[in-house]
Nanobody, 124 residues
């Protein structure tokens, strides 16, 4: 059984930084890719970025330069480092495991297991 547990969210002022963590149990993400999504006030979960099994990272264009994804395989943990945060970054942030063999990287349908989310609130 795969379990993903996010942490590190909180309240931060605009311009600040946060680092989110996602601890994975079960088969590690050296076999699977991992992604980060967020759910703001809109109806859809928005893709933020991901990391492939080989360590290559990819991002939604609007997050490039502000968000960085990394991992520590010894801790089965993926990180989302967020800098220069803006009020519009306020959302519930989720990590998700990429479906093996899927070529869908930027949409929810490419991911099969999800964490419960961690709330990020950015005040202006």
């Amino acid at each position: 059984q795969v379990q993903l547990v996010e942490s590190g969210g909180g309240l931060v002022q605009a311009g600040g930084s946060l680092r989110l963590s996602c601890v994975a149990s079960g088969r590690t993400f050296t076999d699977y890719g991992m992604g980060w999504f967020r759910q703001g006030p809109g109806p859809e979960r928005e893709f933020v970025g991901g990391i492939k099994p080989n360590g290559e990272t990819y991002y939604e264009d609007s997050e490039k330069g502000r968000f960085t994804i990394s991992r520590d395989t010894s801790k089965n943990t993926v990180y989302l480092q967020m800098t220069n945060l803006k009020p519009e970054d306020t959302a519930l942030y989720y990590c998700a495991r990429k479906k093996m063999g899927s070529n869908i990287y930027y949409q929810q349908t490419g991911y099969d297991f999800w964490g419960q989310g961690t709330q990020v609130t950015v005040s202006s």
